[in-house]
């Protein structure tokens, strides 16, 4: 039997045409229709329906939200690593602001004709002092450690001045009046009176200059000069050798505070046998690559000075043995001193 067209309201198809905007949409609801129109006029049609839905397509799993624990762990991590970059910035700045810098390879101070460049040099050495006033050097609200470094080097230096003040005088007659207020000032109790010895020193000096004193400036006491140091510098290598014996990272308190005693004694070794050498210029211009050695050795102890002093062993491919090196210096700057005083002793009448 054929279908009979059946008339919908126009309003009523037009809203439910309008209300589906897909065209598979709009195929479905026209076919809705029919199929509603042929079960109402024709009662012995097939009443199964002409319009199937089509499946809707599978909802893609929603992607898991991970491991908590990883978050946590990530996180963790990123806190920890922004700690220890702190950390290493604000020991960086406190290490820089601890700084105690020394000068060997400038010239020595000025003296006047007749002066001795040694005398001057322990002169320089009584007046070394810390700096008691912030300078460019220094970083205003971070810890120093200048003034305890400062005070270990004058130490070290301090020591190099008595023992060259114990040594020296004239080579025969009565000891200078000056000179011997330098070694009782040396020796007062409860320890040496840097000023006092540092202005008997510029006494003497200005008594050389007047030639009313003497000072023995021959082969045989800058030999024996040499001698001193070396044995002075055999000792700092050996203290810093037994520091170096039991490595650590990086270096303790004590170990920084003997490393700037260190550099003192060097420093000051290092100024009066500078001094020396140029109170005698005939001997040094003949033993002038003889001297370079133990010169240039204690010139390098004096003044490296790593942001960070590393106490590791020799072999240690992560972080420099300073300790290590610098009893090494010690002990090639000995061997050259005595090399020197060896050749100095065959020049000797």
């Known amino acids: 039997m054929p279908l009979v067209p059946v008339a919908l309201p126009r309003g009523r198809l037009r809203d439910r045409l309008s209300n589906h905007r897909s065209p598979v949409q709009i195929d479905q609801t026209l076919r809705r229709l029919v199929w509603r129109a042929r079960r109402r006029f024709i009662r012995a049609a097939d009443h199964d329906p002409v319009v199937t839905l089509e499946t809707p397509a599978p909802t893609p799993p929603?992607?898991?939200?991970g491991n908590p624990w990883g978050r946590r762990l990530r996180t963790a991590l990123a806190f920890v690593a922004t700690l220890a970059t702190l950390?290493?910035?604000y020991g960086a700045l406190?290490?820089?602001n601890s700084r105690a810098p020394l000068e060997v390879t400038v010239g020595g101070p000025p003296v006047q004709p007749g002066e001795s460049n040694?005398?001057?040099a322990v002169v320089h050495i009584l007046a070394y002092a810390p700096d008691t006033v912030l300078d460019e050097g220094e970083i205003l609200f971070v810890p120093s450690g200048r003034s305890l470094r400062e005070s270990m080097v004058?130490?070290?230096a301090t020591s190099v001045a008595a023992a060259y003040i114990a040594r020296a005088g004239p080579l025969q007659g009565r000891l200078d009046a000056a000179l011997a207020d330098a070694r009782a000032a040396m020796a007062?109790?409860?320890g040496p009176d840097r000023v006092a010895a540092r202005d008997a020193l510029r006494r003497f000096n200005d008594r050389l200059a007047d030639?009313?004193?003497?000072l023995d400036a021959g082969p045989a006491a800058l030999a024996g000069l040499l001698r001193a140091a070396a044995d002075a510098c055999d000792v700092q290598s050996a203290d810093l050798a037994a520091m170096a014996a039991q490595p650590s990272l990086l270096a303790a308190p004590a170990v920084d505070a003997r490393m700037a005693q260190a550099r003192g004694v060097a420093w000051g070794w290092a100024l009066i046998l500078r001094g020396a050498l140029r109170d005698a210029p005939d001997l040094a211009s003949t033993?002038?690559?003889?001297?370079?050695?133990?010169?240039?050795a204690m010139g390098e102890i004096a003044e490296r000075q790593p942001l960070f002093l590393f106490n590791v062993e020799e072999a240690a491919p992560f972080a420099p043995a300073h300790v290590a090196e610098a009893a090494a210096e010690f002990a090639r700057a000995a061997a050259g001193a005595r090399a020197l005083a060896s050749a100095l002793d065959r020049q000797a009448p």
Do not use: D, K, N, Q
């Open 94 to 96: 406190v290490a820089f």
């Open 188 to 190: 007062a109790t409860p």
């Open 287 to 296: 033993l002038s690559v003889e001297a370079s050695i133990p010169l240039e």
């Open 154 to 156: 004058r130490a070290g």
């Open 87 to 89: 950390a290493l910035g």
């Open 118 to 120: 040694a005398v001057a």
């Open 62 to 65: 929603t992607p898991a939200s």
């Open 211 to 214: 030639g009313e004193a003497r």
